[in-house]
């Protein structure tokens, strides 16, 4: 009932299937699911890949899943293998994959949940190649040697992950990973794992290299918590952090092995592991090297049975050096346990040169109100011999955490030290005295230089175009006293000026600005009062005008003009502007001169007229306007008589607008085809003698316009009578 043929999109839906259909060199592709599978030998050369997570291959504890020979190579991709078991206590080998001399490959796959009765609770290697890339190898268990795996063979390790892995028989060694070949391991997180006698994680037993590999909270009963190294190991770019050994090496165990036995560790923390009799390194050992170069040993502790803790962070024989390493302070730790002593004694290690902790600010002191870059680094050390500090050159691969903080209790930074170093920019605050650095147990102090308390005084302001109004800015104390000839500076519109204040703590700045708005960029720079910044708004206004002129009265047609008066807002004249005016539907333009005067003639008919004036603005000056009325009134010509004798007078009157005699004004009557001028008298009255024969005429009464009165004219209908 079993269907697939072992295509991509249509794979076999049993392991043991696809294997026995296979060629060399095949592809097997597994579905996602759930597979049985016990026991399979592999042969050949052969990749099995599934879906990362949901391709799951359970030996459901009855035995081990792959058996590889010499002839095999095997690679495995984005499989979840669980539950293999090898109990049997002399046979058992490889929980979960025994690799007889062939070549294992793992990419991205789990091995978890797996028992050996003996040795490789997941995996054993024997004189094959091993390699694990982006791999989890979780909760695997052996009795004897290799939690997770034993390996007498060539073994490649790259970022993956091993936690919980573990030995359970009381002289079992290696919690993690026993190896007896060639082994390079990199990238790599050990968490966890545990060993009842040695090497929490790792066993060397021949040739290893662990480079930016972390080992947290491994853990034995007896020695070596992490690393049990029995011939040659170089760690570089490590961490070893929580591990713990009931009785010594918390982190690294070099015992004797019958022949020299080397580890060499450089670049790499050792923080807060702790034992019960020897430090975090143990090298207690005769025909054992150690190396320790460019390290952090910080926080380790001996774990007193009477309770209480002392911190010692390394146990030396003679055969082991410590260059150029940090200790978690600038004095190195007094305790140090020899294995040939029976007490603990505070001798000092036989360290000779040891990086020192330097905290600088690149003003010397913290000054305020300007930029402090604050400077941590491990970048120099102590020569034991000559008792001088010297400059450490090499690169410095510990990323420890400098924590910089105030007297206030203000946490300013936490940063990690890239090749040694850590550097922050800082401001002190108005309250901060004294900034500290923090480096592991080393904590250096910079004080703040204080200075006393000022104040920048400076207003918005708005002025006109051209008027003679100065920025005023004025420095005080903090009890309002004039702090005289101090600097200010003062940027505005591109230019820089630099000004000392007077004896008032004043200083001013003249505005010769163009109409707009402007930011003045104001600063006090002090070495004995606060400084201070502040920005300021200018704005220039265009010059406010207004329009003098006042309602008119005239008479028609004659010469009386409108006046009308442009003022800026001092009330002094602007000429050469162009006014408006808008009369009867109509508008008229014209210039002003030099005392800001326009004139405008008024040619309406008699009438009441509502005048509108205004100036619409330009560059620099603002519009206005003003509303009057003019008046166009005419004299008033009156004639009576309708029926006139002849040889009598015909009599005409002029007053103005006001009931006054017009006197001495010529008037002129037009009869039957005739014209008469006549002059007023001081009663304002011409008078035209009647001669011309009975009858009926029209007579025409008019006088013409003068610098005063307008023209009018009237016409009347007379009968002459006998």
Known sequence: DLTGDGSKDNPYKTVKQGIENSNNQSIIYLSEGNFDAQNISIDKTLTIEGVKDKTVIDANHISRIFFMTSDAKLTLIRLTLINGNMSNNETGLGGSIYN????????????????????????????????????????????????????AGITNIENSYFTENHITAEKGVGGAIACGGIASISNTLFLKNYAIYSAGAILNLANATLNNCSFINQTTEYTGGAISNHNYMVINNSIFSGGYSRFYAAAILAPPSGQHVVTEVYNTIFEKNYVGAHGAVSNNFKDTELKMENCAIVGNYILLEQGGKIYGDIALDDNASTLYCWWGQNEISPYYYSPHSETYESWKINASKWLVMEFTSSNEIIKQDVNNVLNVNIKHYFDNETKEIYDYDEDINLPLTVKFYTNTGQTIAEVELVNGSASINYIPANNVKTVYAKLSNQTIEISVKQKNESKLIASDLSKYYKENKDLEIKLTDNNNNPLYNKPVKILLNGKEYNLATNNNGIVKVPLDLNIGTYTAKISFDDEEYRNQNKNVKITVLKNKTSIKASNLVKYYKNSTKLSVKLLDNNKKPLKSKTVKIRIAGKTYSKTTNSKGIATFAINQKVGTYSVKISFNGDKTYQSSSKTIKVYVKSAKLTTKTKKIHRKSYFVATLKDKNGKAIKKTKVKFKLNGKTYTRTTNNKGIAKLKITVKIGTYKIKTSFKSTKIYGATVFTNKIKVLR
């Open 100 to 151: 007889d001399g062939g070549e294992l490959t793992l990419i991205n796959c789990t091995i978890k949940d797996s028992y050996s009765g003996l040795n490789g609770g997941a995996i054993y290697n024997n004189m094959g190649k091993l390699s694990l890339i982006e791999s989890d190898i979780i909760n695997n268990t052996a009795v004897q040697y290799g939690g997770a795996i034993y390996s």
